[in-house]
């Protein structure tokens, strides 16, 4: 950042609603910003005033635009990395940082003040409680074992675990068969629909942060989510897929 000013060539982060949830927002910008440090290339983030960008924010706030004047600036969106992404880049709480409506939000629907590790499991679009007509990718489904969640949560009855899914009747049935296991009590909502609330934005962007800040996480099934989550703080995930 010392050089930024001086790099003379530019690229545009355009990450608008559509393009990808909450790990797809940051995953994707991670990489585009390893790319720019290896090139010297300046890189900005274009702000499309959707939900995600008013919790999660850039810790250097020129790293900010709002129009795209010049038109033979590099504009890269999610989808043109989807064959070459990868998660070799830099911890990302050097870029990004949590507002403090996310830490509140948070403690409201997490109040354990002990250590604890977490679960996230992504059933899938397909799973999504919502209305369907929104829905992007309406067959979106991911593989996981019951079996092997079961067992997790078997061999760590001692610890309190977090368990976060983005179906509400899966979790319910979770909590319901193990006493260490922690729910949040929010309407869930994927922040990449249009339909989806500020509320929902708030809520999922806190479960976010409650994994990120967890002793570990055991990923389910295959999610961005749980991934990038665990790269905030350099935590340990363990795959279950």
């Given at each position: 950042?010392?050089?930024?000013?001086?790099?003379?060539?530019?690229?545009?982060?355009?990450?608008t609603l559509g393009a990808g949830g909450i790990g797809d927002c940051i995953k994707f910008?991670?990489?585009?910003?390893?790319?720019?440090?290896?090139?010297?290339?300046?890189?900005?983030?274009?702000?499309?005033?959707?939900?995600?960008?008013?919790?999660?924010?850039?810790?250097?706030?020129?790293?900010?635009?709002?129009?795209?004047?010049?038109?033979?600036?590099?504009?890269?969106?999610?989808?043109?990395?989807?064959?070459?992404?990868?998660?070799?880049?830099?911890?990302?709480?050097?870029?990004?940082?949590?507002?403090?409506?996310?830490?509140?939000?948070?403690?409201?629907?997490?109040?354990?003040?002990?250590?604890?590790?977490?679960?996230?499991?992504?059933?899938?679009?397909?799973?999504?409680?919502?209305?369907?007509?929104?829905?992007?990718?309406?067959?979106?489904?991911?593989?996981?074992?019951?079996?092997?969640?079961?067992?997790?949560?078997?061999?760590?009855?001692?610890?309190?675990?977090?368990?976060?899914?983005?179906?509400?009747?899966?979790?319910?049935?979770?909590?319901?068969?193990?006493?260490?296991?922690?729910?949040?009590?929010?309407?869930?909502?994927?922040?990449?629909?249009?339909?989806?609330?500020?509320?929902?934005?708030?809520?999922?962007?806190?479960?976010?942060?409650?994994?990120?800040?967890?002793?570990?996480?055991?990923?389910?099934?295959?999610?961005?989510?749980?991934?990038?989550?665990?790269?905030?703080?350099?935590?340990?995930?363990?795959?279950?897929?």
């Amino acid at each position: 950042m010392n050089k930024y000013d001086s790099f003379e060539k530019i690229m545009v982060y355009n990450f608008t609603l559509g393009a990808g949830g909450i790990g797809d927002c940051i995953k994707f910008f991670m990489f585009a910003l390893n790319i720019c440090m290896k090139t010297n290339t300046r890189l900005y983030y274009k702000k499309n005033n959707i939900e995600i960008e008013k919790y999660i924010k850039l810790i250097y706030e020129k790293m900010y635009i709002t129009d795209i004047i010049n038109l033979s600036v590099k504009n890269v969106e999610p989808s043109m990395y989807y064959s070459t992404i990868n998660y070799d880049y830099i911890i990302i709480k050097d870029v990004f940082y949590f507002t403090d409506e996310v830490k509140i939000n948070s403690k409201y629907l997490f109040p354990i003040e002990t250590k604890y590790i977490s679960i996230h499991l992504r059933l899938g679009d397909k799973y999504l409680e919502t209305d369907k007509n929104y829905v992007l990718v309406k067959e979106d489904t991911r593989k996981f074992s019951n079996e092997k969640i079961y067992k997790f949560i078997e061999d760590n009855r001692n610890n309190n675990i977090f368990f976060c899914c983005d179906n509400n009747e899966y979790k319910i049935k979770i909590k319901e068969m193990y006493n260490n296991i922690t729910i949040t009590n929010c309407n869930i909502g994927h922040s990449s629909l249009s339909n989806t609330s500020p509320q929902q934005v708030l809520d999922s962007i806190s479960e976010f942060y409650i994994l990120a800040n967890s002793e570990m996480i055991y990923s389910a099934s295959c999610s961005g989510f749980s991934k990038v989550a665990s790269q905030f703080n350099n935590i340990q995930i363990i795959y279950g897929f």
